[in-house]
């Protein structure tokens, strides 16, 4: 504790005081701004007070430099984030656009004839099926949202980072897919994704995907069938008692909603991992 | 006043020039200046005691600064450069806020 002590009472340079004695034991001091050594003195700590100013100057400037990089640096990556974001929705609508064509031609193409105009009716029923084909029809809306900030727990004090409680999991959503398809919906879409037989629907990090692509909260299940039939199979059922229970829990709110007129776009048509077209097409 | 305008100037300097510090020296930029400023405040109340010599405050005002930086310098190359670094920034608070009640108790009296 010395040490501590010693800085409290003796914060004074000690060289202050032994100069000042040396000096009192000389002959009495001379005005010292008058001589020259004196004003070299005067201006060496002019010089150093200079010097001084442009250290925390300098310092200043410094931090205040860095703290731009950062923000520019962030502004940077958002406007990147933005700019990726709007090509992939630019793509995405120039392959529903080029798939449009593309049943419009083969529709065209094989209306010729009998064989060709029960093929097309195949096709169609083929991809309503599959989630290739955009549909409408009535149906039921499902939102989904995380619990109110504040209504849980944070988190889980058992299994350190988890989600909070409150949290909408990617199991909870398979649920409720799950649900709506085993309440006879004819067509799924999350967030406006279709959902097909190969879509899956997991986490990465704090983010669900449907398919890859992130989803932002609230989650919207949209599901084409008969409303009325729909609701009841789905609310009543086991999904939709989950999802009151969690709601009661845990404080995730759902709410589901008939609609006369609900239009699901098409997924994107599965890729091809082994197949390639024969050489010479398919005649 | 001189003092108080040489100090105003670099600062000023300083925030216009923008010169550019080696990223070397960057992180002991701000000790410097806390080191520099506890030799100020010692050269405040030395004056006011009567006691005030610029050859003192000079020399106390480079060592500081030199002493503070290769503190932290050394800390970095033992990878307790942070903990060191606020060490030295509070020895030389503690010093700096003593020095500065004992110059409000000579203008002040209280």
Redesign the interface.
Known sequence: MSL?VD???N???E???E??AR?TGEAAPVPESASAS?RR??L???????????????????VR?RQEVGTGLRADLAAQARDRTAQTDALAGQTDLLRAEVTAIREAALSADAAGRALTARLTALGLASGTTPVRGPGIVVTVQDAPAGTSKQTDPLRPGTAPEGRVQDRDLQDVVNGLWAASAEAVAVNGQRLTALTAIRSAGDAILVDLRPLTPPYVVAAVGDPEELELAFVDGPSGRRLQTFSSLYGITFEVRREQELSLAGAAAPDLRAASPAPGGGS | M??AL??????????VL??T?PAAL?PY??I??VA??D??F??V??QL??????????????SN?LVAGLVVFLGDQLGVGGQLSTGVVV?LG??IF??AA?IRRRVFHA
Do not use: H, K, W
């Open positions: 501590l800085m409290m009472t914060a004074l340079d060289s202050y005081a100069r000042a000096r004196g003195r005067t060496a700590g002019f010089a150093v007070l200079v010097a001084l100013g442009l250290l925390t100057g300098t310092a200043i400037a410094q430099q | 001189i003092p040489a100090l105003v100037l670099g600062v000023t300097l300083g925030l923008e010169p510090v960057q930029l701000p410097a200046v520099a400023l030799a100020v010692g050269a109340r030395a005691e009567g006691i005030f010599d610029d050859r003192v405050f000079v020399v106390s005002f480079v600064v020895v503690i010093r003593s020095n004992a």
